[in-house]
C-alpha cells in the first residue's frame, strides 16, 4: 500500500457538506491500463508455441493494456533481440530476481507471473476494464529526434508521496523469422528512455512532469517506435498504471482534481462504517464501488436503493489504508476518499 501524503483529518459524524456539487462524466478516473511484460527468446520453441495465442488473444482488448517484449538471452544468448540490447535487457529480467525462471513468462502490473499460454481470457479479464487513481500521460514528437514529456498526475490527491517512474522506447511491429518460428514480433523492447532501474518522482503536489530526449536508430522502423511509460511502487513493484502517447487521457491540471472530488464520507478514518451524503439529484438506484489506489475494485454493490440519506457502507471486512469510492447514478460518476483504519 502507497504511502499517504498527508492524513485525512476525521470528520465529525453530522457535519454539513459543501453546498454544491460538481458532477463529472462516467470516466471520472483515467483508465487502468493492464501493464503486461513478455520476457521471451526467439530461438526458444516454447515462446513459438505460446507467444502467437497470447497475441491472438490480446486482439480482443486493444485499448486497455499496454505490452512490452523484453528479450533476456534466456535460454539462448543468441537471441538478435538479447543481442541488440544485451545489458538493459538483463537489467529487467533480474528487476524480478526469484519470480522469472525462464522463457515465455509475463509479468502482469509487475506482481504476477504467468507462462504466455497461461495469460487466458479470465485472466485479461481481471486486469482490464477498471479505472484508478493515477494518470500516465506520454507525448511525444514524430521525426528522428524526438522529445518526450511524461505527465503523472493524481486524480484523487494524496495518494502517493513517491513512486518509481520507469519508461522505455518500443518498436510495435517487427518482421523477422525467428528460429522458433515466429514471423511477427510485438513491442519489441529496444532501450530504456530513463535511468533502466527507474527513477523516483515526487508526487506530493498531486503531478509530476519528466522530459527526455532521445533519436531513433537508424535499424528501426520510426514509423513503429513509440514510447510506454509506467510507474510502479518501489518496494513491491507493482504497476499502477501505464501510458504511450496514443491513449485518451483526461485533463492533468490541479483544478480538475478539486472538481473530481465530489463526495465527503464520514467518519473519515472510518473502522465499520462510512456515511455518504449524496448530492440531491441523486434519486432511485446506485452503483457503489470501492476501488484500492492500484485500481483494484474492492467492493461492487450494484443498484442499492436509495432510500433516506446519508448512505450506509459497511467497510468492517476491509484492509487499513486508502481507498476509492465512485457512486454511479444515471449515466454519472460521483467520487470521494476513504481511510479505513
Not at 462516467?26 to 497475441?55: D, H, I, M, W
Not at 486497455?64 to 544485451?86: A, D, R, T, V
Amino acid at each position: 500500500m502507497p504511502q499517504f501524503h498527508k492524513p485525512f483529518i476525521a470528520i465529525v459524524l453530522g457535519l454539513l457538506f459543501l453546498l454544491t456539487w460538481n458532477s463529472v462524466e462516467s470516466q471520472a478516473l483515467p483508465r487502468k491500463y493492464a501493464t503486461l511484460e513478455l520476457f521471451t527468446n526467439t530461438p526458444c520453441p516454447v515462446c513459438g508455441s505460446q507467444n502467437p495465442g497470447l497475441f491472438n488473444r490480446l486482439q480482443a482488448y486493444a485499448g486497455q493494456y499496454h505490452l512490452i517484449s523484453f528479450y533476456p538471452g534466456k535460454p539462448y544468448s543468441s537471441c538478435i533481440f538479447f543481442q541488440s540490447n544485451i545489458s538493459e535487457n538483463t537489467t529487467r529480467w533480474q528487476f524480478y530476481t526469484g519470480n522469472i525462471f525462464g522463457t515465455p513468462t509475463v509479468a502482469i502490473n509487475g506482481i504476477d507471473f504467468k507462462s504466455s499460454g497461461s495469460v487466458t481470457n479470465t485472466v485479461l479479464d481481471g486486469v482490464t476494464g477498471d479505472q484508478t487513481w493515477l494518470e500516465v500521460k506520454v507525448e511525444e514528437t514524430s521525426g528522428t529526434n524526438r522529445n518526450v514529456d511524461i505527465t503523472l498526475h493524481d486524480f484523487a490527491g494524496g495518494s502517493l508521496a513517491t513512486g518509481k517512474l520507469f519508461a522505455v522506447i518500443v518498436e510495435k511491429e517487427v518482421a523477422y523469422n525467428a528460429p522458433n518460428g515466429e514471423t511477427g514480433h510485438h513491442n519489441v523492447f529496444r532501450r530504456f528512455l530513463g535511468p533502466p532501474a527507474g527513477e523516483d518522482v515526487d508526487l506530493s503536489s498531486s503531478n509530476a512532469v519528466k522530459s527526455y530526449t532521445y533519436m531513433v536508430d537508424e535499424a528501426w522502423d520510426p514509423s513503429q517506435v513509440y514510447v510506454i511509460a509506467w510507474l510502479s511502487n518501489p518496494g513491491t513493484k507493482e504497476i499502477y498504471n501505464s501510458g504511450t502517447r496514443f491513449d485518451q487521457t483526461l485533463s492533468a491540471t490541479s483544478d480538475m482534481t478539486k472538481k473530481n472530488i465530489d463526495l465527503y464520507p464520514y467518519p473519515n478514518p472510518a473502522k465499520e462504517i462510512v456515511l455518504v451524503q449524496l448530492p440531491e439529484e441523486i434519486v432511485g438506484k446506485v452503483n457503489v464501488k470501492i476501488l484500492s489506489p492500484s485500481g483494484e475494485v474492492i467492493k461492487n454493490m450494484v443498484d442499492q436503493k436509495v432510500t433516506s440519506q446519508p448512505l450506509n457502507i459497511p467497510v468492517a471486512d476491509m484492509s487499513s489504508g486508502l481507498y476509492y469510492l465512485i457512486i454511479e447514478a444515471k449515466g454519472r460518476s460521483y467520487l470521494g476518499k476513504i481511510v479505513v483504519e
